[in-house]
């Protein structure tokens, strides 16, 4: 059984570029987070999608993000106008429905904004 | 809202020492789930375990135990008999249904296992 996997693992851009991050999560998994690592906010939260629901968007941090998931299952996290507070890891997870279900985490990707 | 609270940045021992990792959180739900995460240099998240809030036993799972007290909102971790290879960022997490799902981490422990 594969786990999540994310690509590219790493990619390093321009500022002002868009970039596109991309999550395969375990199948069967309905739930699809993404999480962003960096030294000065530890792990954040960015967005969850359960199923068909509308995705929770509470932790974008900006309206340069946003993220889709087709066919319940590949996600894309789109950032534009890159940033360089945007460097950072990104960390897809999936797991099974509901908040008592233990989340399985990919690679990441580390984002380099020069 | 929901906090984890790890105050131990790093924390250094020399192997086969036991090691406590500490874990208070807060939270208004009344059924939430708590959780560690292992992050070894190579970088994946690793789930380690798993608690709800209704159930307090404590859990051994080899050299590994865990400590849940509702009391005092704590969930702490301890690794005995501690190994060059348990050394890795531990980071406790909450989840809950007033949280959406999503996991609230604390700040993570870096704990170095030295010879």
């Known amino acids: 059984g594969a786990g999540v996997s994310q690509s590219p693992s790493n990619k390093v851009t321009e500022k002002g570029k868009d970039v596109e991050l991309r999550c395969d999560p375990i199948?069967?998994?309905?739930?699809l987070y993404w999480y962003r690592q960096s030294l000065g906010q530890g792990l954040e939260f960015l967005i969850y999608?359960?199923?068909?629901?509308?995705?929770?968007k509470s932790g974008l941090p900006s309206d340069r993000f946003s993220a889709e998931r087709t066919g319940g299952s590949v996600s894309t996290l789109t950032i534009q106008r890159t940033q360089q507070e945007d460097s950072a890891v990104y960390l897809c997870?999936?797991?099974?429905?509901?908040?008592?279900?233990?989340?399985?985490f990919g690679p990441g990707t580390r984002l380099t904004v020069l | 809202a929901q906090k984890v609270t790890q105050a131990q940045t790093e924390i250094s021992v020399v192997e086969k020492e036991d090691v406590t990792l500490d874990c208070v959180y807060e939270t208004r739900d009344t059924t939430y789930y708590l959780f560690w995460y292992k992050q070894p240099p190579s970088g994946e998240l690793v789930f380690l375990i798993r608690?709800?809030?209704?159930d307090e036993q404590n859990e051994i799972s080899g050299r590994y135990s865990w400590n849940f007290q509702k009391s005092t909102s704590s969930f702490n971790f301890t690794i005995t008999a501690s190994q060059v290879v348990d050394s890795a960022v531990y980071f406790c997490?909450?989840?809950?249904w007033g949280g959406g799902n999503k996991l609230t981490f604390g700040t993570g422990t870096q704990l170095k296992v030295e010879l």
């Open positions: 997870a999936s797991s099974r429905s509901g908040p008592y279900n233990e989340q399985f």
């Open positions: 999608f359960q199923g068909n629901s509308a995705p929770d």
């Open positions: 199948s069967g998994h309905t739930a």
């Open positions: 997490a909450l989840s809950g």
């Open positions: 608690r709800n809030s209704f």
